[in-house]
């Protein structure tokens, strides 16, 4: 009798079910990382894996890995080639303006130094260089020989708020009214690139014109801008004198 209830109470106790845990895509990466032994255990399986593919429907596994190494090394090589590009350009960068400073040092007067920036720019295929000097900061008036090199800082204004207001650079287009106030016998002019003079802007202005409109765009490099605009200002004070 003992035994045969013993065998009823086991035959009432419900059973227990099983649970099961829904895996996610981190609960399966994290187990890939912490057993690295993973797809040596499981090559058979892993060779049956399938990938979906953008043009080929379904690939395997092994293919997909290979097809990402070989995109990763082809981007890899792109940044490479890239940098290279950009090392050549430097350094073609570096050769110019040395051998245009050295120019410039060598120049006996204001006009052989303007001679040196045009014949400097047209070896570059630009159209022209142009040096304007701010008539409230030097003394250009007579018996200065290079009243030529005055330009009305005031009047100069209204460009300086269009395309200078926040850098001493601009590069891009300028339009007729802009054009006519600093290149009164100006030819077509496609692009221009505009440096002021001296820490603050305020000594005066330094042009170069291209007839191709998109050699010159904002969001170049002024680096080499930057330097002549800073050697200038230093030559030019062997002949003409600043307005204390």
Request: aromatic share 10%; hydrophobic share 40%.
């Amino acid at each position: 009798m003992v035994v045969k209830k013993t065998q009823t109470l086991k035959l009432k106790q419900p059973r227990r079910k099983k649970s099961f845990v829904k895996l996610n895509d981190e609960m399966v990466s994290q187990y890939i990382i912490d057993n690295p032994d993973f797809f040596i255990r499981n090559a058979t399986h892993i060779e049956r894996m399938r990938v979906p593919h953008p043009v080929r429907g379904m690939i395997s596994l092994p293919e997909w890995h290979m097809a990402r190494q070989r995109n990763k090394i082809s981007q890899l090589e792109s940044e490479i080639t890239l940098l290279m590009e950009h090392a050549s350009a430097n350094e073609l960068l570096f050769n110019q303006l040395i051998k245009l400073q050295f120019q410039l040092i060598k120049a006996k007067d204001i006009n052989e130094l303007l001679d040196c920036l045009k014949i400097w720019a047209k070896d570059l295929g630009l159209s022209g260089a142009y040096l304007y000097l701010f008539d409230d900061k030097w003394l250009l008036s007579a018996p200065s020989n290079y009243h030529y090199l005055a330009l009305n800082s005031s009047q100069f204004d209204f460009i300086r708020v269009r395309h200078l207001q926040y850098s001493q650079f601009y590069l891009g287009s300028l339009n007729t009214t802009e054009l006519d106030f600093l290149l009164p016998k100006h030819g077509y002019v496609g692009s221009v690139a505009l440096s002021l003079l001296g820490q603050f802007g305020d000594l005066g202005l330094l042009m170069f014109t291209s007839t191709d409109p998109q050699h010159y765009q904002t969001g170049q490099g002024t680096l080499l801008l930057e330097k002549i605009s800073e050697i200038l200002p230093i030559l030019i004070e062997k002949w003409i004198m600043r307005k204390k």
